[in-house]
């Protein structure tokens, strides 16, 4: 059985994106990763972002980009598991079929 983790951690090398928008875009995609497991997350980026993000996607603390330093903040771990932790991308996948399997259905309905 999947049990999940407890806390999201992220630590990231994102100087090699420079001045451009990847490092908002990794830090975009683990803010999705802390909605979808209702887990906050711990981000450090050496040239980045450095946040924390707590389980509904709300950035609690931040460090601007290229500047060191320490970043204090709350956070607690976790155990509910939600359905994306029990099942992954199988409700996804689930759903896409049903979706496609009622397709023809409702394409006879409308020709009848």
Same mark, same amino acid.
């Given at each position: 059985m +999947? +049990?999940?983790?407890?806390v999201?951690v992220?630590l990231?090398? %994102?100087?090699?994106f420079?001045?451009?928008?990847g490092?908002?875009?990794?830090f975009? *995609? =683990? ?6 497991t209702?887990?906050? !997350? !711990?981000?450090?980026?050496? %040239?980045?972002?450095t946040? /924390?993000?707590d389980?509904r ?6 460090? $601007?980009s290229?500047e060191r ?5 709350? #956070?607690?771990?976790l155990?509910? *598991?939600? $359905? #994306? /932790?029990k ?6 996948? #689930?759903?896409?079929?049903?979706? !496609?399997?009622?397709l $023809?259905? !409702?394409?006879r309905?409308?020709? =009848?």
């Amino acid at each position: 059985m +999947k +049990k999940g983790a407890q806390v999201l951690v992220n630590l990231s090398n %994102d100087s090699w994106f420079g001045q451009g928008l990847g490092a908002q875009q990794h830090f975009l *995609m =683990g803010t999705v990763r802390a909605i979808e497991t209702r887990r906050y !997350l !711990l981000r450090s980026g050496n %040239d980045g972002i450095t946040a /924390v993000v707590d389980p509904r996607g709300q950035t609690l603390g931040t460090l $601007p980009s290229v500047e060191r330093g320490v970043l204090l903040a709350r #956070f607690s771990t976790l155990e509910e *598991m939600t $359905p #994306f /932790v029990k099942y992954g991308n199988w409700i996804l996948s #689930f759903a896409l079929i049903a979706l !496609l399997g009622g397709l $023809p259905l !409702l394409l006879r309905r409308r020709a =009848g």
